[in-house]
């Protein structure tokens, strides 16, 4: 009984002490710029497909995806193993049944970047969730005073190149001191933001950009967690057992009581 008295008092300082944790996580990771909504939908596999590949191109030179397997991704995404292994899969010493390594030396990265590049299986589940990393990817903007002469909205001073420039082209910080949150009153537009420099435009429009930006963030959203397809199946299962075991139940419950008046 003591026992019991004892945690439910300390049962809202734990609260407290939660809430304030994550609060402060929370602010750590965006900064304070309003994030953009991703909606990542794990069951569009074209989507999905699309994202792997842009990945596999453009990132895994310097991230891993190390808790997934080669194998893994080409089943739940419906790539054949051999268009895998040969279109995305560029270490040709690797096998099907591979872990997602790079062979990037982590200390050297260090030297190179200021920072080695983390593993990226599980970056969508940290910071802000699918939505930062859907920003993430697309504020990178100008800023001469940064070693590769670009900063990034949501990750301040950030060690990583920006590696789709020539996809996106060079985007351009037009609100100075203003609030990047601010919208007009009337029309509800944002006030100011990034755009792309007309004069250095990139290979894609700026709604080519996003979606790939949207393939990307869907699919590290799904490398968090390759189950999410199964386990809303499995869900729906639940509850069609559950519909089936009322009836049943109910049957039941009338023959025990029917004779009881
Ligand atoms: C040239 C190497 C390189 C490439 C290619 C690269 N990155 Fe990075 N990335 C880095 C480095 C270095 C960091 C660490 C930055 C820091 O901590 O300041 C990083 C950090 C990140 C982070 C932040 C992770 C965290 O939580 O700290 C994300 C997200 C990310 N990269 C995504 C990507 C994606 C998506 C791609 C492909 C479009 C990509 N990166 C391509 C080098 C790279």
Redesign the pocket.
Known sequence: MKRIIRTNKMAPAMLFLVSVLFSSLATAAGGGYPLDEANVDSSDKASLQRGAK??QN??A???ATQYQRYERVADDLGIPHDLMMEHLVFDKSAKIGDLMHNSMDPDE?KVW??????D?TL?SR??GGPDW?YT??RTFYEDPSRPYGVNNKV?PD????H??LELQGVQIDNCGDADPAARDPLSGDKICGLSVDPQRKGSMTPAQYDQMAYD?TNF?AYSAEPMQEQRKLLGIYVYLFLALFFVFAYLLKREFWKDVH
């Open positions: 842009y990945f453009y990132c030179g310097c991230h990265a970047f200021g920072a080695a590049p983390p990226l970056v940290v910071r990393l993430y990817l990750f950030v060690g990583m190149p590696v789709l990307l590290l």
